[in-house]
């Protein structure tokens, strides 16, 4: 007496299909999830925070004024009196990444009296921008305090 015996395992269509699936949905998700231009974004907002922080905190202890002028493809800091510090230049993907137009500028320790004074006399927005991706800051008048909005 014979039995039929049914051997377990995929048959080569199932195969088949599982990598077209595969492949299909590696063409279609995988450039979304690697997407880094927001990841770079999000890393410059963070370091443009910290270099404003760090340009206020050397106003202050040199007691020189610094000036942070702020255009469409990066920020520039340099002594009021002459003398570039640093440039921090927008992500090379994500130029450029300042969403507001026209150059402004932000000076910290304004006349050595310890506040910031803005080109337009009250609080500086910032938005780094680009594609879906952004980020809003504000430098606070007078306290010189950059921060990120919610």
């Known amino acids: 007496m014979r039995g039929r015996h ?6 080569l269509v199932e195969l088949v299909m599982v990598i077209t699936i595969v492949g299909v949905l590696a063409l279609v998700v995988l450039p979304r999830a690697l997407d ?5 974004l999000r ?4 370091e443009l925070q910290a ?17 942070a002028t702020i255009n469409g493809s990066g920020v ?10 640093l440039a921090l230049p927008c992500p ?14 932000a000076t910290f320790n304004a006349a050595n009296s310890g506040a910031a004074t803005t080109s337009t006399g009250a609080a500086l927005a910032v938005t780094v921008a680009s594609g879906s ?6 430098l606070e008048p007078q306290t010189g305090l950059f921060r990120r909005l919610p």
Request: proline share 5%; glycine share 8%; hydrophobic share 40%.
């Open 51 to 67: 270099q404003m922080l760090a340009m206020q905190r050397l106003a202050l202890a040199q007691r020189r004024p610094v000036t």
């Open 92 to 105: 090379a993907t994500a130029s450029p990444c300042i969403a507001e137009s026209g150059p402004r500028s």
């Open 36 to 40: 880094l231009t927001a990841w770079r």
């Open 6 to 11: 049914r051997t377990a395992g995929f048959t």
């Open 76 to 85: 520039d800091f340099a002594y009021t009196a002459g003398g570039s510090i």
């Open 43 to 46: 890393a410059y907002g963070d």
């Open 133 to 138: 991706s952004s980020q809003a800051f504000r």
